[in-house]
């Protein structure tokens, strides 16, 4: 394990909304709710019905009013009744001369707008979910910065990661990958020989250690009354002269089978070119002495009654002296076999150290290199979803501007609509106006101010007394609907 890698946090922090939409999605709804736009009140339009209108310009008429002052009183009843005041109407309404003179009102002046901030794109959104929305855009803005940070340091990590193991590698230091599917030993680990050899020579040297022993023991066993054809009776009946003459036959068995290796030890001195004289004197002597007891006390077995299957003494002597010298060679070549082993599996626990630890420090390299790319892996995933994030929150804004916009065309075609319902009360009242004063014959009613005042199209003005001083003419603004009522 690498314990000194920088460790990222579990869990990102949740940003502002986060947890409602957690549970939007968990309910099954969408993640962001709808975005809904104020609708404008519905402004109230003209109504003018014909009963009206036909009413007003025959009380008009049959009073003499002009034409011209009476569609400029009803003009100014309408615009006290209007909902608006009526220079936010789309459309300039004015009567000259009898006339409606309808055109496209001057435009708004609006103030110079102030230079855009680098929010104004999500004013609108501001608008309809509140500062937490700018609040969130600003935190993952900081965090995509952070990541961008973060992601250029583990990028550049697993390269140098990823280039130090490639040199490594091509050292020797690590390990390569086996292009090949390979035994240890074909990898060069050291080969171990079999125990299956040492195992068989003890085997063997245990078999002729027992069956000298049991030829040993027929003697005895006879001497004490102990018949080996029915030894299981005899023993039933004798079990101490049976046991006792069994161990005394392994106790003489065992006995050869020592001598037969001091013997063996003595002369391996020898032969190993001992320089110290009085050893080689000393071994000498021993392996002698071992020689001389192991064949007196075969032949003393030997001239037991009944000796060994009935052979000859001398037979039986050699016989019994040969199996423990064969037994103890059998031993000492097992010795060797295991001595050899035994270097030979130090040897190969040591490569398998070496490679178990080569091994590690691969595994190590490669699980280092692996969390590199990991965590790039995730920091490009927070990236992503970060910037996704901002892409729905963009989305959002310019959904969120084209509701705001609606408001206003709908708050246009409202007013647009007053107007026309203010045009079409003016034009009925103008045509009952004008029905009723043709049917009265009164066309001078009908008729523009100049052409009824004279020449310079002005009015004449009344008489005034002469003892009066002159004082200014007052023009009488007619309220609306005085003049029709």
Not at 71 to 84: D, I, K
């Amino acid at each position: 394990m690498i314990e000194d890698r920088p460790h990222r946090p579990a869990a990102e922090p949740l940003t502002p909304g986060a947890l409602p939409r957690r549970l939007r999605g968990w309910f099954g709804m969408s993640e962001e709710p709808p975005l809904r736009s104020a609708r404008p009140a519905r402004l109230e339009t003209v109504r003018r019905s014909w009963a009206a209108a036909y009413w007003q310009a025959r009380v008009s008429v049959r009073a003499g009013v002009p034409l011209d002052d009476y569609l400029r009183s009803r003009l100014a009843r309408y615009s006290a009744a209007l909902p608006v005041p009526r220079a936010q109407l789309p459309l300039s309404v004015e009567v000259e001369d009898g006339e409606i003179l309808v055109g496209e009102a001057a435009p708004e002046r609006r103030p110079a707008e102030q230079p855009a901030d680098g929010d104004a794109w999500l004013a609108a959104l501001v608008h309809v979910e509140g500062p937490a929305v700018r609040q969130e855009v600003a935190e993952l803005e900081i965090r995509l910065a952070s990541i961008e940070v973060d992601a250029d340091a583990a990028r550049r990590r697993a390269e140098e990661l990823s280039r130090r193991l490639a040199a490594d590698v091509a050292a020797g230091t690590v390990c390569a990958p086996p292009q090949v599917e390979a035994t240890a030993e074909q990898l060069g680990r050291p080969p171990v020989s079999s125990a299956m050899p040492q195992a068989g020579l003890r085997a063997f040297a245990t078999a002729s250690i027992a069956a000298e022993t049991w030829q040993i023991a027929l003697p005895l066993l006879r001497a004490a009354g102990v018949d080996p054809a029915t030894l299981g009776a005899s023993a039933a009946r004798n079990p101490a002269e049976t046991a006792f003459a069994f161990a005394f036959a392994l106790g003489i068995a065992g006995a050869l089978l020592a001598l037969a290796w001091a013997g063996f030890d003595a002369a391996s001195v020898l032969a190993s070119g001992e320089q110290d004289l009085a050893r080689r004197r000393y071994s000498a002597a021993g392996a002698a002495g071992a020689a001389l007891l192991s064949v007196g006390l075969a032949a003393a077995v030997a001239a037991l009654p009944g000796g060994i299957g009935g052979l000859p003494p001398a037979v039986s002597t050699l016989l019994l002296a040969s199996v423990p010298v064969g037994a103890a060679l059998a031993l000492r070549a097992a010795r060797s076999l295991a001595t050899r082993r035994g270097l030979e599996l130090t040897d190969a626990l040591e490569w398998d150290r070496t490679r178990a630890r080569s091994l590690a420090d691969r595994a190590r390299r490669l699980e280092e290199l692996d969390w590199a790319e990991a965590e790039e892996q995730d920091l490009e995933r927070e990236r992503e979803a970060a910037r996704r994030r901002l892409r729905t929150i963009g989305a959002r804004a310019a959904a969120a501007v084209r509701l705001a916009s609606e408001p206003l065309r709908r708050r246009r075609a409202e007013l647009s609509r007053v107007a026309q319902s203010l045009v079409s009360a003016l034009e009925l009242d103008r045509y009952e106006f004008l029905r009723q004063a043709a049917a009265r014959g009164a066309t001078d009613l009908i008729a523009p101010p100049r052409r009824r005042a004279g020449g310079d199209g002005r009015r004449p003005e009344p008489p005034r007394p002469e003892a009066a001083p002159p004082s200014p003419v007052a023009v009488p603004v007619p309220e609306g609907g005085r003049l029709a009522s």
